[in-house]
């Protein structure tokens, strides 16, 4: 999906998906989704996170690779 989003599918690939989304509800509507996802992601570009999430996202990572899990 997200190469066709993109625009780097092959012509026929891109036709085969198109006609796919235009029959099933379910992948339109994840399609949809995405693109909504990608155009908020770009329109808000780069935002440093605040300190303190950062440490917990790295904490959390090397807690991960060590194995443990928190609920």
Same mark, same amino acid.
């Given at each position: 999906?997200?190469?066709?989003?993109?625009?780097?599918?092959?012509?026929?690939?891109?036709?085969?998906?198109?006609?796919?989304?235009?029959?099933c509800?379910?992948?339109?509507?994840?399609?949809?989704?995405?693109?909504?996802?990608?155009?908020?992601?770009?329109?808000?570009?780069r935002?440093?996170?605040?300190?303190?999430?950062?440490?917990?996202?790295?904490? %959390?990572?090397?807690d991960?690779?060590?194995?443990?899990? %928190?609920?």
């Open positions: 999906m997200n190469e066709f989003l993109d625009g780097e599918l092959s012509m026929r690939r891109a036709e085969t998906l198109e006609q796919h989304l235009a029959g509800e379910c992948c339109a509507e994840f399609a949809g989704d995405l693109r909504r996802a990608i155009a908020t992601c770009r329109r808000l570009g935002v440093a996170l605040p300190r303190a999430v950062q440490a917990r996202a790295r904490q %959390r990572v090397r991960l690779l060590a194995g443990h899990s %928190r609920g």
